[in-house]
């Protein structure tokens, strides 16, 4: 393989033959990657094709089973993220792995804090932490602690922590999904500049768009074996797709034709708000309606979500549902009403990783009757089969621990679980962050069936695309208010959404 | 199964030196009409340990820990002695105390779950003042009683079985019938997995804590009650002192892992049978007293070392299996793939 | 006391979410010292804060290793026994072959310090849970003990006993002991190490993620390592404290300490999960401690077991109040 | 019991209300007339150490002495820091009983420099000056040791035949324990027929005695006798030998020490063979020392508790009498 294109140079870094197992899952199958000096390498192939694996076999993380990896043409095995890093390669894993009872500061240097006399120099890493994020256009407080910050800008500390690391290679796993399109401007031109210093930049982001607009050349990956390498300027986007999922995909298009007038209004929010998390707020969500809920992240979204859904508590007005009011006191009772919600950060609020597949989808319904009335087995049996052929979760094995899954499988799973209580009313927060072209189409299209089925959803997402194309309703949040709410017409665009998040009023 | 072959292992180990310091030590006889043997009296004084260990299971399954445990073993036998000696029924005396023994459990939980004490210092309360309670209730004397009926439960017979053997069978399969034939094993499992992921499942999680806290009580209590009753006395100061450290120890040689989630009943079994042999060993093979604990020590170390895959891996030379596409087992966060 | 630990206490520090469970902990402390002055005769003095360090070196010391374990997400519940192989190691050298103190006090440290380090390279390397490790560490040491010798050994040795009988007098006939100043010295140093060491830092990195940590290119091993060792050597120190205030070597002492250490750090408000908490928490779960049995020994009146229930619920208040004091916790916004 | 549990409501209210600082009740009062007594107790470990501290209480009680005390539970940190308490508190007299004998001359000295005479009971201090306590009040171990022992060499005076001892001992490390086993192999050690074939730690309790009883059952078939630590020991014993179908008394002879209620119960009924006396009643013998040491009086440096032994007969006649 090596050799084969146009390299004047030869590649920083070449992967031969790599394979890698888990328990019931062949991650990667002899997989050859290489990467160059000085170009942003795209690495793409659906959720669950291996590209996580390859990166954590790459950096330390796991040991690989079979293959070799050279880096400047010196045969290397990392030990440890350490190693790796030593070696000059450095690291944005796909979740945000930074610790969160650190300051921002100590984040971006933890293992290399500037010193003076010996003694970690406070002073100074603050100024270069605000500098470092300056760089990338974000002006903050340093000495706070990380987790008072959202995960977008938890990403961006990330990032800035792997660019300031002396590197050759840098790699970047999905670095953008939690990004606005002002931040990832900032992200390119960093990236940018980077390139143009000579370092390999590895780049992994759903967002097609995204690829195009940066990457020199893309590796594709699927089922954990290597499809080829290509020029991007050779490859045209449906191609892509194509050769991602190993076969042509419909056109998208919007779902919902228009804003329709429905008549029994299924939820209400009357003045419903919670001090310090979203000011108070009216929504009405009529069966069969998907509303949409567009703003950029904090902007109070999964806060006004999380209270109509009972998790968190109201601190004003109510919750109205079915013409009665609603005393949403806990997820519990709002399930009791058929109210499910998906939540944003799986890895903290959905799974339970060491349980099975098959438990994790049974949880909920389970929870709803209570230990004392165990859902029979042959019921639980039928169910998780059900589901798990009707979203395509792969493996297909119901009794494998769920933190086997990738990504896209493991929030598949979490849909499963609120979609056996047969929910009225179904809150998704970000349903398809993280997530491939592929499966994102097979969620988009799956709200669709429930709404034409008389199943109210809420749909929330970063990706105003995505809001226009499915909701038929659209509300607007902007700094914890809900400034408007626009029935989607023909008048509704993109342009038009982005408007009036950034004034914060109506048309 | 897999998971209970190195906790056998061990186990067969153990009786296997026992046998060579003592020749009939795996016969068993009938004398008086009651099975008598070693082995027997492994099982017999391992009853309360298995008792207190199999509550212990649960709560460790949610994330928790017991500490109080062996307090709650003194108060329930020191309050049923007191109440046979003042005359009381024996069925009012157990009932009253393990009513007792619930109710210290909930409040626990109650502690852990609604207040959101972290349960080491939430149960450490108990585990220091239900040590003064229990001798508040003997009046710091040892209540001595006589009572055939009260003795049957921890000294006792029934069908030439030791009777505490059999309670210890009933509460197993009661305990299995909760958790695996009811839900109470899933849910405290998705408690212990991810506490707030369950809440927004709709889990009733304090619910399920305060649950598992007052049955590890119980068990405690009935443990307590099995421990008077086999010396025929209560002793508020000395009884189940230090039994909750045997407990957990217990339960972890059974594979259940201390950060909560998955567990299992029969480990946890095995685990206690471990630590009983080892103290029967620790009699018969005639160790000196002044290094007991250096022995319990070793054997502690070498047991817990074979349980672990990774020493099997590295030391053995076994090829390891990775448990998870995680780099560290056994941690509370895992990276997805 | 340890400034280090405490920059600045401007209005913004006070106020930040790091410091208000130790805020908490020193006003309910205070709270608690008044009403005891109240209450009881001879307790508004000087002196009894005093005696709260020098009745308390040797926990402190131990609670301050402690605490660079739990900050970590770990335990060591071996630090009793540590304590009282210490002592019995010390007594034992100088009673029989009659080693000198600055022969025996080194070695007394090296024997913790590996103790410690060989129970934090089981935990990391073959992966055990560190209750269960250092639990077997708890028999071992104990068990070390009892093999040396199960009688109380007198230590006689004239400079041990001449540093031990010092007295550092203050103002006022208010006096302390060298030992105050050592532990002292160590929370200053442990403080020094968590804020400004990488180290210090990589500790906290642990216990906030391990997994974090580790793909962030720190050494988790050598952290997690570090700690077990340091809580051993603080353990040995702690005994050589308590060989001071004793003189004496015993194979029964300080049992139950690792649970008395335990509660001193999390009074203090370190989070037993790791990645949170102040060494000078710490320092104030000591001192509450001995509050609480200052005030039980006042009130002279209770029986033995009045004691107990007492402990109990005064724990039990003291943790009850600082729960809702530190309650209200922003969540984190998304 | 309902008394107790209103007696627990009261302690909790009491709590909350020195919590938030209520009435300065004075409890400590150096005043002229009465004396007040600082006694730091070892702790409740076993039913002759209550009986000793309700000893304590009571006399002190009768002699007009205010009672300063403290529960140490079993350590020795915990009774120093009680006696720099009573230091602080300006107590006119110091009682304790040492955790053990070594570790006091530093706060002793306080004690002394503080002018506070302070009185030993139940165990002494190793102590080479001393000038740093006024008496000693207490047991033998040692002494109680060989009574037992002597008692045995006794009773087999006539048999040439080895004899198979047992020993069930207290909880390793503590005083009696060590002293009642060297005491009893100063004697026994004499004479090589007497074999120790098993000895191990029962922890002083009933239970554990009676879990190491039928181990050494199993383990050695031929007993012919337990020497115990103490009664409670030797009462689980009993139980365990009953189980393994011998009769306690007979087939194998058993000696304790201690002589609480249920021993002598068990000695009265033939279970038991012989029990050498420990007294905890200190109490009467206490205050009386404390007056004269304050009033300024000589007192022997020691003083020992007036103890015996009892046979079966005098068991029987002794039973009604005992107070504990």
């Known amino acids: 393989m090596s050799g084969k294109t146009e390299s004047l140079t030869g590649p920083i870094l070449l992967m031969r033959g790599i394979g890698k197992q888990f328990p019931g899952v062949v991650a990667l199958d002899g997989v050859d990657f290489r990467l160059l000096p000085g170009e942003v390498h795209a690495l793409m192939g659906e959720n669950g094709a291996g590209k996580s694996t390859l990166i954590k076999v790459l950096t330390g993380v796991y040991e690989i089973d079979a293959g070799t990896i050279e880096l400047s043409g010196q045969q290397v095995a990392f030990s440890s993220p350490l190693a790796a890093q030593q070696a000059g390669i450095s690291t944005v894993y796909q979740e945000v792995n930074l610790c969160t009872n650190l300051s921002v500061a100590e984040n971006i240097f933890i293992g290399r804090e500037p010193r003076r006399r010996g003694r970690i120099d406070w002073k100074r890493m603050r100024a270069r932490a605000s500098e470092l994020l300056a760089g990338l256009g974000i002006d903050l407080d340093v000495s706070t602690p990380l987790s008072s910050h959202s995960l977008a800008v938890q990403q961006m500390v990330a990032i800035a922590r792997a660019v300031d690391i002396e590197a050759r290679v840098l790699i970047l796993d999905e670095p953008t999904s939690s990004l606005d399109a002002g931040e990832v401007e900032q992200l390119f031109d960093v990236m940018r500049a980077l390139k143009a210093q000579g370092i390999a930049i590895l780049f992994v982001s759903h967002f097609l768009d995204q690829i195009y607009e940066i990457a020199d050349r893309m590796t594709i990956l699927r089922n954990g074996r290597l499809v080829g390498e290509y020029l991007t300027r050779e490859l045209p986007q449906v191609e892509l797709v194509a050769k991602m999922i190993g076969q042509v995909l419909a056109d998208l298009e919007k779902l919902h034709g228009e804003a329709r007038a429905f008549d029994e209004p299924l939820v209400q929010a009357q003045a419903l708000g919670r001090a310090g998390a979203v000011e108070p707020f009216t929504l009405t969500i009529h069966e069969g309606e998907v509303v949409g809920l567009a703003g950029l992240l904090g902007s109070g979204r999964t806060e006004a979500a999380r209270l109509l859904f009972g998790a968190d508590h109201a601190t004003g007005g109510q919750v109205v549902y079915g013409g009665e009011p609603a005393a949403l006191r806990s997820p519990r009772a709002a399930m009791q009403r058929k109210i499910a919600f998906l939540s944003e950060d799986r890895k903290r609020d959905g799974l339970v990783p060491e349980l099975t597949v098959r438990e994790n989808i049974i949880l909920a319904l389970q929870a709803t009757r209570g230990w004392t009335r165990p859902v029979p087995r042959e019921q639980q049996d039928k169910l998780v089969a059900k589901y798990i052929a009707a979203l395509k979760i792969s493996p297909a094995h119901p009794e494998i621990p769920v933190r086997n899954l990738s990504g896209g499988n493991q929030q598949k799973v979490l849909l499963a679980r609120w979609l056996i209580l047969e929910p009225r009313l179904l809150i998704l927060d970000e349903p398809t962050r993280g997530i491939d072209v592929g499966a994102k189409a097979e969620i988009q299209r799956l709200v669709v069936e429930l709404s034409d089925g008389g199943v109210a959803v809420l749909f929330i997402s970063a990706e105003l695309e995505e809001v226009l194309r499915l909701s038929h309703k659209v509300g607007v949040l902007r700094d914890r208010r809900l400034v408007a709410v626009l029935p989607n017409d023909d008048e509704l665009t993109t342009e038009a959404l982005m408007e009036t998040i950034a004034r914060g009023g109506a048309r | 199964m897999r998971r209970l072959l190195w906790p056998l292992v061990i186990l067969a180990l153990l009786l296997l030196v026992n046998v060579v310091f003592t020749p009939n030590f795996l016969s068993i006889q009938m004398r008086d009409g009651h099975l008598y043997g070693s082995l027997i009296d492994i099982l017999r004084f391992g009853a309360p340990l298995m008792l207190v260990s199999l509550g212990m299971t649960l709560v460790i399954a949610t994330g928790g820990i017991d500490l109080s445990v062996g307090s709650v073993v003194a108060i329930s036998g020191a309050l049923a002695c007191l109440q046979i000696s003042q005359d009381a029924g024996v069925a009012w005396a157990v009932a009253l105390a393990l009513g007792l023994s619930v109710l210290l459990g909930a409040w626990n939980g109650f502690l852990v779950a609604t207040v959101g004490i972290q349960p080491i210092i939430a149960t450490l309360i108990l585990m220091v003042a239900g040590r003064g309670l229990a001798q508040l209730i003997t009046d710091g004397q040892i209540i001595t009683i006589v009572n055939p009926a009260y003795k049957l439960i921890g000294g006792g017979y029934l069908l030439a079985v030791p009777f505490g053997i059999l309670l210890v069978l009933a509460v197993l399969a009661v305990t299995a019938f909760l958790v695996r034939r009811l839900a109470l094993g899933l849910l405290i499992e998705a408690v212990g997995g991810n506490a707030e992921a369950s809440r927004l499942a709709g889990v009733r999680s304090k619910g399920i804590i305060i649950v598992v806290y007052a049955f590890a009580a119980l068990c405690a209590g009935l443990a307590g009650l099995m421990i008077s009753s086999n010396v025929s006395s209560a002793d508020g100061n000395n009884a189940g002192l230090w039994i909750e450290l045997d407990a957990i120890l217990a339960v972890v040689i059974g594979g259940t892992s201390l950060l909560g989630g998955r567990f299992s009943l029969g480990g946890t079994i095995l685990g206690a049978l471990i630590i009983q042999t080892l103290t029967t060993t620790i009699y018969s093979i005639g160790v000196p007293p002044e290094t007991t604990l250096l022995f319990k020590a070793l054997v502690v170390t070498v047991v817990c070392l074979i349980q672990s895959p990774a020493f099997r891996a590295k030391v053995l030379g076994r090829r390891r299996r990775p448990p998870a596409p995680g780099p560290v087992p056994g941690e509370k966060v895992r990276v997805s793939a | 006391m340890s400034i280090a630990t405490l920059p600045k206490a401007t209005a913004a520090t006070l106020t930040n979410p790091r410091y208000v469970p130790v805020l908490v902990t020193f006003g309910l402390f205070l709270a608690m010292f008044v009403a005891g002055g109240l209450r009881y005769e001879g307790f508004f003095s000087g002196q009894i804060i005093l005696n709260a360090f020098i009745d308390n070196a040797f926990l402190l010391v131990v609670a301050v290793g402690m605490t660079f374990v739990i900050l970590t997400g770990g335990i060591d519940l071996s630090v009793g026994s540590v304590v009282a192989l210490s002592t019995m190691i010390a007594a034992s050298l100088m009673a029989g072959p009659g080693w000198p103190p600055y022969v025996v006090v080194p070695l007394v440290l090296l024997i913790g310090a590996t103790l410690g380090a060989v129970m934090g390279f089981i935990i990391h390397v073959f992966e055990i849970q560190p209750f269960i490790v250092t639990l077997a560490g708890m028999f071992l040491a104990r068990g070390l003990c009892y093999t040396i010798g199960t009688d109380s050994i007198k230590i006689d040795d004239p400079t041990f006993t001449a540093f031990a009988q010092t007295q550092i007098d203050l103002f006022a006939g208010l006096w302390i002991s060298p030992s105050v100043l050592i532990a002292l010295a160590v929370v200053a140093v442990g403080a020094y190490v968590l804020h400004y060491t990488r180290l210090g830092r990589s500790v906290y990195a642990v216990g906030g993620s391990e997994q974090s940590a580790l793909l962030m290119g720190l050494s988790v091993g050598r952290t997690k390592i570090a700690v077990y060792t340091i809580s051993g050597f603080c353990s040995a120190l702690g005994g050589v404290l308590l060989s001071f205030y004793m003189l004496s070597g015993y194979g029964l002492h300080a049992v139950g300490m690792e649970l008395d250490a335990i509660a001193a750090v999390v009074i203090g408000g370190t989070l037993l999960t790791g990645g949170s908490g102040l060494l000078i928490g710490t320092v104030l779960g000591v001192l509450v401690l001995h509050l609480i049995q200052t005030i039980i020994s006042f009130e002279g009146t209770l029986s033995s077991w009045w004691t107990k229930i007492f402990i109990g619920l005064l724990l039990f208040v003291f943790i009850l109040l600082q729960r809702v004091f530190s309650m209200r916790r922003p969540r984190r916004s998304p | ?324």
């Open chain 4, 1 to 324: 019991m309902l008394k107790r549990i209103s007696a627990l409501v009261l302690a909790a209210v009491l709590t909350a209300s020195c919590g938030s600082g209520g009435g300065a009740t004075s409890a400590t009062s150096s005043g002229d007339d009465t004396i007040t007594m600082g006694f730091s107790q070892v702790g409740a470990e076993s039913g002759w150490r209550t009986a000793n501290t309700k000893s304590v209480q009571d006399s002190a009680k009768n002699a007009g002495v205010t009672l300063k005390f403290s529960d140490a539970q079993q350590k020795q940190e915990n009774q120093i820091k009680a006696l720099r308490s009573f230091i602080q508190q300006k107590v006119d007299i110091i009682a304790f009983s040492p955790v053990v004998e070594s570790g006091w001359d530093t706060v002793l000295q306080e004690a002394k420099r503080a002018n506070i005479p302070v009185i030993l009971t139940d165990r002494a201090v190793d102590s080479k000056d001393t000038t740093l306590y006024k008496t000693f009040l207490g047991s033998d171990f040692v002494e109680e040791g060989k009574k037992a022992g002597q008692w045995l060499v006794e009773e087999y005076k006539s048999s040439t035949d080895p004899v198979n001892i047992v020993e069930l001992q207290g909880t390793t490390g503590s005083a009696p324990a060590n002293d009642r086993k060297a005491g009893f192999l100063e004697v026994v050690g004499a004479d090589p027929k007497f074999k120790i074939i098993a000895t191990q730690t029962g922890d002083f309790t009933r239970a554990k005695g009676k879990e190491v009883m039928e181990a050494f059952l199993k383990s050695n078939p031929d007993i012919d006798v337990l020497y115990a630590h103490n009664d409670d020991m030797g009462l689980g014993a009993i139980e365990a030998i009953e189980g393994a179908g011998k009769v306690p008394g007979k087939d194998i002879k058993i000696i304790t020490v201690d002589a609480v209620k249920d021993g002598m119960q068990a000695l009265a009924d033939g279970k038991i063979n012989f029990i050498v006396e420990c007294s905890p009643l200190l109490g009467p013998q206490l205050m009386d020392l404390a007056k004269k040491v304050l009033k300024g009086e000589q007192v022997p440096p020691r003083v020992v508790t007036e103890e015996t032994t009892f046979t079966q007969e005098q068991a029987k006649e002794v039973l009604s009498t005992r107070q504990y």
